[in-house]
C-alpha cells in the first residue's frame, strides 16, 4: 500500500512524577505538542519526569505494512514503550526521531506511553544528563521545557522508505542534487524519479535514476535552466518531488522545497546572489505568549514575519535552538533569511561536546534545504565554553567550524558570537555584541561602532591562535535598548496577566520582574508626571525607537560596517527590548521605523539637540546605499524654516555617500518648543528615502533672575557671573549658595534660613539634610543597573511651573545630552516621589527608582539637590543647561510650580 500517516496530535493522558520516580502523582489530560510548562500552572517552572499516554488502532489496509511512530522533538529525553514494551530511547531535546514499531503491535492496536526526563542538574537525580551537559538554549533564562513541544504520528510505509532528503542547489550553474538516505538497505532495484517544480507550479526538470539491490543512500542530480534566484525581495521557492517506483508501483515519496540561493563574503561585505548585501537583522528567541517553544498556529508565525518586514528587517537571528520546522517554512516563503544557532550548553565535557556535534548535525540534516537559512552559529557569547582561558576549547571549536563548512559549503559559518571578554577563533564572519543606553551612554555606543569599523583587536583570540583573513565583514550582532509593552495586551482570553509576569525576580536585583508594574506606577507618583500609566507605556517606545535609531545611524555612517542584529524581533517574558510585544502587537513607532532600517537610509549625525533662537544648525550627512543597484538622478530635501535641495551624483551599492555639512538657519521663537527638520531622498520624483531629526529651540536668554548667588568655589562663581547671576559677597547675605559639595557649613546655613542649590558629582551621604534612618545618598550610576545599558532605565522630569522651559518629555531625551547624570539621588521614598522628587530615573519594570532633583525643606530652609551636571560647559552654551539650572536656582528660591491639582474648597452642606 502506499505511504499513509495518522496524526496523534491532540489530547493524551499525563502524569507527572517529579524529578525523580516513583512518585502517586494524579492522571491528568495534557495538549500534544506543548511544554508541560504552558499547561499547567503547578509546573510552570519545573522539569522532572512525567509520562504520556495515548492508544490508537491502525487501520486494517495497514497489515503487511511497517509502521513508523515519529516524533518531532521531545525535551529533553524520551523512552517510547509499545504495548508494553521498551521500543526506543532519544536524548536530545531540539531533534525528530522515529522506531519502527511494527512487530511490537497486537492485533492493530498501540498502546503508546512516553516517559519524558527533563533533567534538573542535580547529578544525584541525573548522573549520565544533568541538565548542564544537555543543549538547552535560553532554558536557563524563561525557564525550563518539558515534554513533547512538536508533533507526533504514526506513518506506514515500505521498510526501506526514504528518512533523509537533502536538497543541493547552484545558482550559478542550476545543478540540483539530491542526497538520499533509507531506512535500511534497498531490498530489491528501485527506480528513482525526480522531479523539480518551479516557482510558477510548472516542471523545469525531471530525472530517473536507477538504484541498486543493497543501497544505503545515493545521490540524485538534476538541472535547471536559468534557475530565479531565492532572496527576501523575491523568495522563488521551487519544490523537489521524489518518487521511488518498484515492479511500476510508487511505494513511497517525499517532497521538499529549496531555493537556489548564493552568500558569499567579498572585500569585508556580504553578497547574496551575486550582489552586494546589507543585513538588517533582529534577534528572535521564537517564544510565544502562551506556548512558550511551540507556535501556536502557522498563522502566528507569518503574522510576526509579515510585521517584522514592515519594519525593514530582512533577516531574523534565531537564537540558540533549533525551531519548530514550520518557521522556517514561513521565513521560505514569506522571504526572510534566518541566521540558525546550535543551542547552548552549561559547560563544557567530552559528554555534553558530543551531544552539541550531534544536535548540529541533526538540525543541518533536518534543515538543510531552507534557502533561508545562510548562516549558522555555533557558540554565542562563549555560553558552556571557555574560550577565554581554555586553549582545548578554541581548539575544539575551530575543528567543529572546520567540519561544518565542509558539511554544508553553502552557508556561512560563525564560531563564537562574542560578548566582551570573548572572541573568534576562526570565523566567516567578525560580529560582536554591545549594548548601551542611549542617551545616556552614547559616546561609549560611538566608540564602540568606531573601534568595530578599525577591526578592534578585540574581536580575535589574542593567544596566537586565531585564523582570519582580516577581511571578514563586520556586523554589530546584538545591541538593543527597552520599550515596556502594554501589559493589558498582553493578558489571556480570561484577562489574566500572563504566567511568567511572575517571573524574572532572579534577574539583575529583581529589576526584570514584571507583576506590580502598575501598582509602581501608581506608588511612585509617576501618574503625577504622565498623566496616565498608557502615556508613559507609549513614552518608553518612542524612547525605544530614539535609541535605535541614533544606533543604527551611527553605524551606517561607517562603511566598513555590513549589518547588524536589533536585540529584539518580540519581548520574551521579561526582556523587554523587543520590536514587538510577546503576542506580536506592535510599538508605538511601528509605522516609521522602517524609514532607519532600511536598504537606504539619510543619515544626519546631530552632535546636539538644543539650540538657541537664531542659531544656525551646522549638520554633517551622509547617504548610505546597503544592496542592490547603484543610485542614480538624486535629489535630497531639506524641509525646514528654508527649504533646500541638494543635488547628489550616483552612489554605490555598498557605500556611504559623505554630502558634508549643511547649515540650517533657525528662527527666531519666542518660546520654547520640540522642531523638526525633514529629509527625502527622491530618485526619478520617487520618495526613496526619509529621515527626520527633532531637536529643542529656546528663545533667547532673558537676564537672569535678580537673585545675589554664591559658591565656596571659586570656578563655580565665574560660571554664575557668565550666566549673568549677581554674586553676593559670602554665603551670608546669598539668596541661593550652589555648591558643588555638602558641608557642615551648609547644612548649618541652609538649617539657618538659607537657600542653597547643591549640584553633587561625587559619592557621598546627603545627611543631615535628609534623616539618618532614610539613607538617602549620592551614588554613581557606573557599575550599578541605574546605568541601563541592559534593563534600560527611564529617566524623567516634571515638566510643569519653572520646568515648562524645556520642551519635550516628560521622559529625558537626547536634548539633555550635555546635562545626563552620572549620579543618582537613592533613597528617596514615596511621599518625597509625591511632589519634592521633580526628576527620578527607574529601571526595567520601574524597580529602583531614585532621584535626579530633589527639593527638601530643612531646619528654616531650603536645598534643592540634583545631578543633572549644569556647569559642564561653558555658561550658555548649552540652553538646556542655562535653562535647566535656571529652573533649579528658582525653586530654591522658593519660586514653586502652582499646585497641579487646586484644594478642595469646604462648602455648607
Known amino acids: 500500500m502506499k505511504k499513509a500517516r495518522i496524526s496523534l496530535d491532540g489530547i493524551w ?9 516513583p512518585s502517586l502523582a494524579g492522571k491528568r489530560n495534557i495538549l500534544v505538542p506543548s511544554p508541560w510548562q504552558a499547561q499547567f500552572p503547578d509546573l510552570s517552572m519545573r522539569g522532572g519526569v512525567a509520562v504520556y499516554r495515548r492508544s490508537v488502532e491502525l487501520p486494517n489496509e495497514w497489515a503487511g505494512a511497517r509502521v513508523f511512530l515519529h516524533f518531532g522533538a521531545v525535551f529533553h529525553i524520551a523512552h517510547v514503550f509499545v504495548n508494553g514494551a521498551l521500543i526506543g530511547s532519544h536524548v536530545g531535546g531540539f531533534l525528530p526521531f522515529h522506531f519502527d514499531i511494527t512487530d511490537n503491535l497486537s492485533s492493530g492496536r498501540a498502546d503508546i506511553e512516553v516517559r519524558v526526563e527533563s533533567p534538573t542538574d542535580d547529578p544525584a537525580e541525573f548522573p549520565h544528563t544533568p541538565f548542564a551537559e544537555m543543549p538547552f538554549g535560553k532554558q536557563s533564562w524563561y525557564g525550563p521545557l518539558s515534554g513533547i513541544w512538536q508533533s507526533v504520528f504514526i506513518e506506514c510505509n515500505v521498510a526501506d522508505r526514504v528518512t533523509c532528503l537533502r536538497v543541493g542547489s547552484d545558482l550559478d550553474s542550476g545543478d540540483v542534487s539530491a542526497q538520499l538516505r533509507f531506512e535500511r538497505a534497498l531490498c530489491c532495484r528501485t527506480d528513482a524519479v525526480l522531479e523539480v517544480v518551479g516557482p510558477d507550479g510548472e516542471t523545469v526538470a525531471t530525472t530517473r535514476t536507477e538504484l541498486a539491490l543493497g543501497a544505503e543512500h545515493a545521490t540524485i542530480r538534476a538541472h535547471v535552466m536559468s534557475p530565479s534566484p531565492w532572496s527576501p525581495d523575491a523568495p522563488n521557492l521551487y519544490r523537489l518531488r521524489l518518487r521511488m517506483i518498484r515492479n511500476g508501483e510508487v511505494l513511497d515519496e517525499k517532497e521538499a522545497s529549496f531555493g537556489f540561493r548564493k552568500i558569499e563574503t567579498r572585500g569585508g561585505k556580504l553578497w547574496l546572489n551575486g550582489k552586494p548585501f546589507y543585513l538588517r537583522a533582529a534577534l528572535d528567541q521564537d517564544y510565544y505568549p502562551d506556548t512558550i517553544c511551540t507556535p501556536p498556529s502557522l498563522e502566528f508565525i507569518e503574522d510576526r514575519f509579515r510585521k517584522a518586514k514592515e519594519l525593514g528587517l530582512n533577516a531574523l537571528r534565531c537564537h540558540i535552538k533549533a525551531p519548530d520546522p514550520r518557521y522556517y517554512e514561513a521565513a521560505d516563503r514569506l522571504g526572510l533569511l534566518i541566521w540558525a544557532e546550535l543551542p547552548n550548553g552549561g559547560y563544557s565535557t567530552e559528554r555534553s561536546r558530543e551531544r552539541k556535534e550531534t544536535t548540529l548535525k541533526g538540525i543541518i540534516d533536518r534543515d538543510g534545504n531552507h534557502p533561508s537559512i545562510f548562516c549558522w552559529t555555533l557558540i554565542n557569547e562563549n555560553w558552556g565554553v571557555d574560550l577565554v582561558h581554555d586553549a582545548k576549547h578554541r581548539a575544539w571549536l575551530r575543528r567543529l567550524y572546520l567540519w561544518l563548512k565542509a558539511y554544508d559549503p553553502t552557508r556561512l559559518v560563525v564560531d563564537n558570537s562574542p560578548l566582551a571578554p570573548s572572541f573568534h577563533v576562526q570565523s566567516d564572519l567578525a560580529d560582536y555584541h554591545f549594548y548601551a543606553a542611549i542617551p545616556d551612554s552614547r559616546h561609549d555606543w560611538d566608540r564602540f561602532v568606531d573601534a568595530l569599523a578599525n577591526r578592534g583587536d578585540w574581536l580575535f583570540s589574542p593567544e596566537g591562535d586565531a585564523v582570519t583573513t582580516g577581511e571578514e565583514p563586520l556586523l554589530c550582532s546584538e545591541f538593543g535598548n527597552w520599550g515596556l509593552p502594554d501589559p493589558e495586551k498582553l493578558n489571556d482570553g480570561d484577562g489574566r496577566e500572563p504566567w511568567w509576569f511572575e517571573t524574572g525576580h532572579d534577574w539583575g536585583e529583581g529589576v526584570m520582574y514584571p507583576h506590580g508594574v502598575l501598582n509602581r506606577f501608581h506608588d511612585w507618583s509617576l501618574d503625577r508626571v504622565f498623566g496616565g500609566f498608557a502615556s508613559f507605556i507609549e513614552a518608553t517606545q518612542w524612547q525605544q525607537y530614539r535609541a535605535l535609531k541614533y544606533q543604527i545611524e551611527a553605524m551606517r555612517r561607517r562603511p566598513e560596517i555590513a549589518g547588524y542584529v536589533i536585540t529584539e524581533l518580540t519581548d520574551c517574558h521579561w526582556e523587554s527590548n523587543g520590536l514587538l510585544d510577546m503576542r506580536s502587537n506592535t510599538r508605538a513607532f511601528h509605522d516609521v521605523f522602517h524609514s532607519v532600517n532600511a536598504d537606504t537610509v539619510i543619515v544626519p549625525n546631530l552632535e546636539r539637540a538644543a539650540f538657541w533662537s537664531g542659531e544656525t544648525l551646522r549638520l554633517p550627512l551622509r547617504i548610505a546605499h546597503g544592496g542592490g543597484e547603484a543610485l542614480e538622478g538624486l535629489t535630497l530635501e531639506i524641509l525646514s524654516d528654508w527649504p533646500q535641495t541638494i543635488a547628489i551624483a550616483r552612489i554605490d551599492a555598498a557605500s556611504v555617500r559623505d554630502l558634508g555639512d549643511i547649515a540650517i538657519p533657525l528662527p527666531e521663537v519666542d518660546k520654547p518648543a520640540m522642531r523638526r527638520v525633514s529629509f527625502h531622498l527622491r530618485a526619478g520624483g520617487k520618495v526613496i528615502a526619509r529621515n527626520d531629526i527633532d531637536f529643542a529651540l529656546h528663545p533667547a536668554r532673558k537676564e537672569a533672575p535678580n537673585a545675589a548667588l554664591w559658591s565656596p568655589d571659586p570656578e563655580v562663581r565665574v560660571r554664575l557671573q557668565g550666566l549673568g547671576y549677581r554674586l553676593a559677597t559670602g554665603m551670608s547675605d546669598a539668596d541661593v549658595v550652589v555648591a558643588l559639595t555638602s558641608t557642615a557649613e551648609l547644612a548649618a546655613h541652609v538649617r539657618g534660613g538659607g537657600r542653597a542649590l547643591l549640584l553633587p558629582d561625587e559619592e557621598g551621604t546627603l545627611t543631615p539634610f535628609f534623616p539618618h534612618w532614610q539613607n538617602v545618598r549620592v551614588v554613581a550610576r557606573d557599575g550599578t543597573l541605574w546605568r541601563g545599558d541592559w534593563a534600560s532605565s527611564f529617566a524623567w522630569l516634571r515638566r510643569r511651573g519653572v520646568f515648562r522651559g524645556l520642551p519635550g518629555g516628560p521622559l529625558i531625551d537626547q536634548t539633555f545630552d550635555r546635562v545626563l547624570p552620572t549620579h543618582v ?23 529602583k527608582p531614585v532621584g535626579l532633583t530633589v527639593e527638601r525643606n530643612y531646619g528654616e ?38 499646585p497641579s491639582v487646586q484644594p478642595a474648597k469646604l462648602e455648607s452642606a
Open 861 to 898: 530652609g531650603q536645598i534643592v539637590i540634583s545631578t543633572f551636571r549644569v556647569l559642564r560647559d561653558a555658561p550658555g552654551a548649552d540652553p538646556t543647561a542655562a535653562t535647566l539650572f535656571d529652573a533649579l536656582v528658582a525653586i530654591a528660591l522658593n519660586h514653586a510650580a502652582a
Open 825 to 847: 539621588i537613592s533613597g528617596c521614598n514615596l511621599l518625597d516621589f509625591h511632589a519634592r522628587v521633580h526628576a527620578a530615573l527607574a529601571v526595567g519594570w520601574i524597580h
Open 13 to 21: 493522558e499525563f502524569q507527572y512524577l517529579g524529578s525523580s520516580a
